[in-house]
């Protein structure tokens, strides 16, 4: 009998790792191949990509121009250089920017008013003072 016969099918050496795996003359050729195939349909997709972008931002700029509005690095960029300007020349941090109707002195006097109808008679004269 054959050597192969009496470990099995020839298929079960290769299997268990018993036998080298025949290499393939055109392996390295083949895996080049792959390999570049990948690169460029990693080109396509970037180069569609690149190409889409860029029309949504020449959408973006028509709808800027419509309606006048800055992009939005430049318009962080001004803000950013509104708020060093006013801190210029001043040795402490600059200040926080408080949004409009924090803090105003007229509403504090209506908030005061309002909370002066609850409290009883007394009370008031006190505060008042």
């Given at each position: 009998?054959?050597?192969?016969?009496?470990?099995?099918?020839p298929d079960v050496g290769k299997m268990l790792g018993g036998e080298e795996?025949?290499?393939?003359?055109?392996?390295?050729?083949?895996?080049?191949?792959?390999?570049?195939?990948?690169?460029?349909?990693?080109?396509?997709?970037?180069?569609?990509?690149?190409?889409?972008?860029?029309?949504?931002?020449?959408?973006?700029?028509?709808?800027?121009?419509?309606?006048?509005?800055?992009?939005r690095e430049e318009a962080e960029a001004e803000a950013a250089a509104a708020?060093?300007?006013?801190?210029?020349?001043?040795?402490?941090?600059?200040?926080?920017?408080?949004?409009?109707g924090c803090g105003d002195e007229e509403e504090e006097e209506s908030i005061?008013?309002?909370?002066?109808?609850?409290?009883?008679?007394?009370?008031?004269?006190?505060?008042?003072?």
């Amino acid at each position: 009998m054959n050597s192969n016969s009496d470990r099995g099918p020839p298929d079960v050496g290769k299997m268990l790792g018993g036998e080298e795996k025949e290499e393939d003359p055109d392996a390295d050729k083949k895996e080049e191949e792959r390999q570049e195939a990948l690169r460029q349909q990693e080109e396509e997709r970037k180069a569609k990509y690149a190409k889409m972008e860029a029309e949504r931002e020449s959408m973006r700029q028509g709808i800027r121009d419509k309606y006048g509005l800055k992009k939005r690095e430049e318009a962080e960029a001004e803000a950013a250089a509104a708020v060093e300007e006013a801190a210029e020349g001043s040795l402490t941090r600059p200040k926080k920017l408080v949004p409009a109707g924090c803090g105003d002195e007229e509403e504090e006097e209506s908030i005061m008013d309002t909370v002066m109808k609850y409290l009883p008679g007394p009370l008031q004269d006190m505060l008042k003072k």
